[in-house]
């Protein structure tokens, strides 16, 4: 696991205002790196500092990188992507990382860059954000244990869960290409559905909207095919975290799903939160993995390490609003619908990367591996509409009396993520947010 050091100082502040507010998700103690745009120039490398992004190719330029591992890590932010960063050994990206720390310190904390860095700012307002990795394979997981058993009963009520769930990390292969930052509309999908009193299934837009609030992370350097990662080796392979919703039509889902699982019902849309929060920034975070009970199998061999049993969950409180069009039209703010923990989840996102690449499968530096839906054990914990309606036997009451229970069109997603503990400062992972938009656009 990555070690505590200075960067992660709770004392240090920066010359950057906004960075030191308290509602910060990105203090100087995080510096998540990220892909955006301003104007007609192409994409670019930052990190967020408060309501600022500091351009990294522009503090290469500018001669403000002292040491050669930082450098290193700073010629690979030109590509205008993340994935030759991703790529890069992990102490030129520590190392970068330390440089840029100390760049937007103050002078309290020891900082002395604020006259040179303050003109390679760019307000957050003024940037576009992008998808910050070219991605070029995505896989979805079913790693919490609350989700599968709350689905399973729905369908199951006596078995909800299938006899390899604790044996093995579930997952299917998703769609890359249509992975979008957050932010873009999503256009409700049309697919094939079968009613329960038809004879024969229709195509037509999706009647059965959902999101699920995930957590993704990015692969770091590369295997060979037919090479395993190692359960030891695993946490080195994940470059950083950020927020998923994995739109997902249950309609088409239902009537799809077997004998092989999603297809269409998730493949129309991902969205992603821009921000790479990295797995250095969460180092004071890590948590045990989820505690099996006396009943639950242990880990196979390769997928277990005492490191990992210690330190291989993450303290993350991931949160789910709501806002539809006619609370957008009253000037009304977004509704908590859900708040879960990451910490819950039955398989780790080492454990999930180690067993991808367990078969001898290649990964490749910026694929994206999300966790599936993080779900607790409470009802206000619950990561998708479909869990928190009963498969919309409940429907929700929003505050101004509208009722849901599954997503309109008009209706805006919002997902939040943070990491919290005593002695270190929040760090969060910005907004990860999307618009249903209506089939017939």
Known sequence: ???????????????????????????????????????????????????????????????????????????????????????????????????????????????????AAASLLVPMSDARM?????????????????????????????????????????????????????????RRPRGQTKAADAEAPSFGPSRLLDYEAEVGFYVAGSNRRGDAIPIGRAEESIFGFCLVNDWSARDIQAWEYQPLGPFLSKNFATTVSPWVVTSEALAPFRAPARARGADEPSPLPYLFSAANE????????????????????????PVRLSRGSFADMF???????AHHASNGCNLRPGDLLASGTVSGSSDDSRGCLMELTSRGAKPITLPNGEERCFLEDGDEVLMRGSCRRTGFVTVGFGECRGVVESASK
């Not at 210690?310 to 703010?333: H, I, P, Q, S, W």
């Open 310 to 333: 210690e330190e291989g969950g993450l303290a993350l409180t991931l949160e789910v609003l709501l806002l539809t069009e006619k609370m957008r039209a009253d000037g009304a703010e």
């Open 130 to 186: 992008h998808v910050p990795a070219d991605i070029g394979d995505y896989t979805d997981f079913y790693a919490s244990v609350d989700h599968a058993t709350n689905i399973g009963k729905m369908f199951r009520p006596d078995n909800p869960l299938l006899p390899n769930y604790k044996h093995v990390p579930i997952g299917y292969h998703g769609r890359a290409s249509s992975i979008v930052a957050s932010g873009a509309t999503v």
């Open 1 to 115: 696991m990555t070690a505590i050091n200075e960067t992660h100082d709770p004392a240090l502040r920066s010359w950057v205002a906004s960075a030191n507010e308290q509602t910060t998700d990105f203090p100087i103690q995080n510096l998540p790196f990220g892909v955006f745009s301003r104007g007609p120039g192409g994409p670019g490398v930052g990190v967020a500092i408060g309501d600022q992004i500091l351009n990294v190719s522009a503090c290469l330029e500018a001669n403000l990188l002292e040491s050669d591992a930082a450098f290193a890590a700073a010629e690979a932010c030109r590509s205008g992507t993340l994935n030759a960063l991703m790529t890069a050994d992990r102490l030129s990206v520590s190392g970068l990382r330390l440089e840029l720390s100390r760049l937007l310190r103050d002078e309290e904390s020891g900082g002395s860059g604020a006259r």
């Open 347 to 353: 398989w780790t996102p080492a454990q999930m990367l």
